[in-house]
């Protein structure tokens, strides 16, 4: 069993850039892939961003330039990296670690606001 905790969720103004990071109490680096996703009020869930084991990323359209996923399975720490922000960024941050029998494992949660 894997616990995945968020953090670096706050307000910021469009345009500006906000730092999410993932601490997972065990090692990350045999996991098919981890990832960020999100969800806005009154929609579905989403991917943002993904890394595979092999470091092969893969981006939603929405942020691609603008979002940068990173890890570091030396610390078992998930980065996202998000700049360019806009209103429609605007959701709660979900960490994702997925097995190789796409069993995923979710963090809480950490929201971001994105308001003038």
């Known amino acids: 069993q894997v616990q995945l905790v968020e953090s670096g969720g706050g307000l910021v103004q469009p345009g500006g850039s906000l730092g999410l990071s993932c601490a997972a109490s065990?090692?990350?680096?045999?996991?098919?892939?981890t990832g960020w996703y999100r969800q806005a009020p009154g929609k579905q869930r989403e991917l943002v961003a993904s890394?595979?084991?092999?470091?092969?990323?893969n981006y939603a359209l929405s942020v691609k330039g603008r979002f940068t996923i990173s890890r570091d399975t030396g610390k078992n720490m998930v980065y996202l990296q998000m700049n360019s922000l806009t209103p429609e960024d605007t959701a709660l941050y979900y960490c994702?670690?997925?097995?190789?029998?796409?069993?995923?494992?979710w963090g809480q949660g950490t929201q971001v606001t994105v308001s003038s």
């Open positions: 994702n670690l997925r097995t190789w029998e796409f069993f995923d494992y």
């Open positions: 065990g090692s990350i680096g045999s996991f098919r892939s």
């Open positions: 890394i595979t084991r092999d470091r092969i990323t």
